[in-house]
């Protein structure tokens, strides 16, 4: 049945207290009930009832408030050709998303790219509805709570959304077959799948749901025994089960060579003894699994093994870290904890180069998120500047606020192609050939896109002035991003450490081939 359609003028006729209709985008909303609930008072709504009232709306509210009233305000449309109606946007044949300029990737709105064929554009449809349908409607039900909703880790394990996460191979052969990945699955559909996700801009809930497939299982998926994995994988990437990383300590993060926790192998052979502490583990309050790395030897000979919640010995205990309960951040504790030789991840003593392999693929995940939130700022950012109003004029008007956003622009764009071309490196290159040429470069990008976010949520924060410091209004996703950025900054490689790692890189590889 076609929706009912008015008039301007008969909407106008709804014009005072308890009978006050409004015109946003074209659709005619019926708020006469909201009134004394309207948190910002019933005058505003009473003054400006019966008119067209989009700019004001938007000024205010962010999407998400339209999504969830729509359906209950909604009593039809504006006319075509009446007063304030405004055409539909004009579709551009081969562009995807909302078209906020530089809100999402230039591969998305104009430009050409060599990276992205057919396979990545039904792809990143199919994450993006995802995310539009699953994800978003719900994250402010739970983003604040202390678990990540077991349903939604269901459906993105049933969507593949997790198994994307894990990286290219698609892991076929640990999911059902009804479960299937984009045909020639490789690494820019990972970063797509990334990229997406990271649209919620709520570092903590992506933390919650999709650190395990990313960071912890890929040392279970690459170099666990093939028991292990036929037991681990499916129920992470099926969203049955979590597994969280375990490599920190209290007195060793960026120095990973310098744990202390021990793993001591027992006397008759059929298990280790674990004794020590971790810290920072994200997901930790919450995981079923941990992949844990120990000290085997003298400094630097590291062993990793597969922690299970339930191990006698083994306890949990969760870290206040501000804005982010929902990424469970953990301390461990070992005591005489018995770990059967079958949990052994790898060799015993090359617990480090599987620490090191990971770091690259960890990096790329951290960069990538980075990239997308810094990216959110620049979106949100243009959204608010062509509503509000400031000295009787948008914020779109004042040459500070250009500036300011041009800035992003240039930031966020350079570090999009940088990303890209170390993605295309990732599928192009084995994984030995990765882990011996890749490493100092992405410990650069990790470090610059932190840098990069940093500089786009203080500026950010600066363009929404008070909003950005509102955690429900129409600055709900800039008020967390000054917040956040710490949790980016000193994860997976503190930035003065990936700076420090990559130019010693450069200086010992001059030594060697450079032509002085």
């Known amino acids: 049945m076609a929706n009912k359609e008015f008039t301007a003028q008969e909407v106008s006729q709804h014009n005072k207290s308890g009978d006050a209709w409004f015109i946003i985008d074209n659709k005619v909303y019926d708020l006469s009930k909201f009134q004394e609930l309207h948190p910002g008072g019933r005058k505003v709504l009473v003054d400006n009832a019966g008119k067209e009232v989009t700019k004001q709306y938007k000024a205010y509210h962010p999407p998400s408030v339209m999504k969830k009233y729509h359906s209950k305000l909604y009593v039809g449309d504006l006319k075509e050709g009446e007063p304030g109606y405004k055409p539909p946007p004009f579709q551009i044949p081969g562009t995807f998303g909302d078209l906020i300029p530089f809100g999402d990737p230039l591969w998305y709105q104009r430009f050409n790219s060599p990276y992205y064929k057919e396979t990545h554009i039904q792809w990143r449809a199919h994450v993006r509805n995802f995310v539009e349908t699953e994800i978003m409607p719900t994250l402010d039900s739970w983003k604040d709570k202390p678990v990540p909703p077991k349903d939604l880790l269901l459906k993105m394990g049933e969507a593949g959304i997790l198994a994307a996460f894990s990286g290219a191979p ?3 052969e640990y999911l059902p077959a009804h479960i299937k990945g984009p045909e020639n699955f490789d690494a820019f559909h990972e970063l797509i799948t990334i990229d997406e996700v990271s649209r919620i801009g709520n570092s903590g809930a992506l933390a919650a749901l999709t650190n395990g497939p990313s960071i912890a299982l890929t040392v279970v998926y690459k170099f666990g025994s093939e028991e292990m994995k036929r037991k681990v994988v499916p129920e992470v990437l099926l969203g049955q089960k979590m597994i969280a990383l375990a490599i920190s300590e209290p007195q060793a993060g960026s120095d990973v060579a310098g744990m202390v926790t021990t793993a001591e192998r027992s006397a008759d052979g059929s298990h280790y003894v674990v004794n020590g502490t971790k810290k920072w583990i994200t997901n930790g309050t919450y995981a079923d699994y941990f992949a844990t790395s120990f000290k085997t030897g003298t400094k630097g000979q590291l062993t990793f093994f597969l922690i299970e919640k339930d191990m006698e010995g083994f306890e949990t205990r969760k870290l206040n870290i501000r804005g982010s309960d929902i990424s469970g951040t953990a301390f461990l504790n070992f005591d005489n904890v018995k770990v059967p030789v079958a949990n052994m991840i790898g060799k015993e003593g090359r617990g480090f180069k599987l620490v090191m392999y990971n770091f690259n693929h960890e990096r790329f995940y951290v960069t990538a998120i980075v ?30 606020i250009r500036m300011k956003i041009a800035a992003m622009v240039r930031q966020v764009e350079s570090l999009q192609s940088w990303l890209e071309n170390i993605t295309y490196q990732l599928t192009t290159m084995t994984h030995e050939e990765a882990n011996m040429k890749l490493g100092d470069v992405i410990s650069l990008i990790k470090a610059h ?42 994860p997976a490689g503190a930035e003065d450490v990936m700076d420090d790692f990559a130019a010693r890189v450069a200086f010992k590889t001059a030594a060697k081939i450079a032509k002085l």
């Open 371 to 400: 990239a997308r939130m810094s990216r959110v700022c620049i979106e949100e950012c243009v959204r608010y500047a062509l509503v509000r109003q400031a000295f009787g004029k948008n914020l779109s008007e004042i040459q500070t």
């Open 449 to 490: 896109s932190s840098k990069v976010y940093e500089y786009c949520a203080r500026e950010s924060t600066q363009i929404f002035g008070g909003n950005a410091l509102y955690v429900d209004g129409v600055g709900k996703k800039i008020e967390p991003a000054v917040g956040q950025v710490k949790g980016y900054q000193i």
């Open 170 to 172: 698609w892991p076929k």
